[in-house]
């Protein structure tokens, strides 16, 4: 039975601009832990809406009380982030995490890198990594990916899938780090689009440094970073969420 005391569970959105290291969940952990503190009921659900590998930053939409039906909608939509891309190193999970081995090579002009961009961009086919959370016979890609010998024997199970680059621009080239700035759809692995560039450049390639500047509609001016999130929160906190639109296409990967 419902107290008739006991104030509404606090619903809506919250902009965190996480910081590397943490997991998405953690700064869900963390959201939820302020709104116990509260008054909140225990349970109160607090989601995301598109995950952030720990060594990435930016922006993280966090969903709260019943705004968490919108997770689909809010991981629909157009995302924008700065990536920093090692040119001289590859490595097993396709950034700086995993282990690097490094790649000869003579460094490409920027007209090179230039040219091999307009070859990213649009609708491309992309294999994720082989450290990521698809499925591959009823299992998580990275839960095999650690117990196999031959990571290639992994990679030849995953396929290629369609995913939309609306816009690839270079930010700065110092080699061997490529600095882009990338707006893409939904499913886009930046892991992958490093490594497939390189490979395109007859290079290394994986991923120095990314960090999530979009998540349409919302920016990270209008975050607040973690370090800033108070130790109570409450309805005052958040933000009311969009219109409920129809969900649209798979979820987001990591």
């Not at 607090?46 to 709260?64: F, M, R």
């Not at 019943?66 to 629909?76: F, G, I, N, R």
């Not at 130790?231 to 798979?250: F, H, N, Y």
Request: proline share 10%; hydrophobic share 35%; glycine share 10%.
């Amino acid at each position: 039975m419902t107290d008739p005391n006991q104030s509404p569970t606090p619903a809506g959105l919250m902009l965190i601009d996480k910081p590397e290291g943490p997991t998405s969940m953690d700064i869900c952990r963390r959201v939820r832990r302020g709104f116990v503190a509260a008054g909140a009921p225990k349970r109160i659900k607090v989601g995301h809406g598109g995950t952030l590998d720990p060594l990435a930053s930016g922006l993280v939409v966090v969903l709260v009380g019943k705004a968490t039906k919108l997770c689909d909608q809010v991981m629909a939509g157009e995302k924008s982030y700065v990536a920093g891309v090692d040119l001289a190193h590859v490595s097993n999970t396709d950034d700086r995490e995993g282990q690097k081995q490094p790649v000869t090579g003579a460094p490409p002009t920027s007209a090179e890198i230039e040219a091999a961009l307009s070859e990213f961009t649009g609708e491309i086919m992309q294999r994720p990594p082989a450290f990521s959370a698809v499925w591959i016979d009823g299992e998580r890609a990275y839960g095999l990916a650690r117990k196999a010998e031959d990571r290639e024997e992994i990679e030849r199970k995953i396929l290629p899938r369609p995913v939309m680059i609306h816009d690839l621009r270079v930010v700065s080239y110092a080699w061997p780090i490529l600095t882009l700035e990338i707006r893409c759809g939904k499913g886009t692995y930046i892991r992958s689009l490093a490594r497939d560039l390189g490979t395109h450049l007859g290079t290394g390639g994986m991923l120095e440094s990314l960090r999530r500047t979009r998540v349409e509609p919302f920016d990270i001016e209008g975050a607040t970073h973690l370090d800033d999130v108070p130790g109570r929160l409450t309805q005052d906190d958040l933000m009311p969420p969009p219109s409920p639109d129809p969900p649209v296409g798979p979820a987001d990967p990591p």
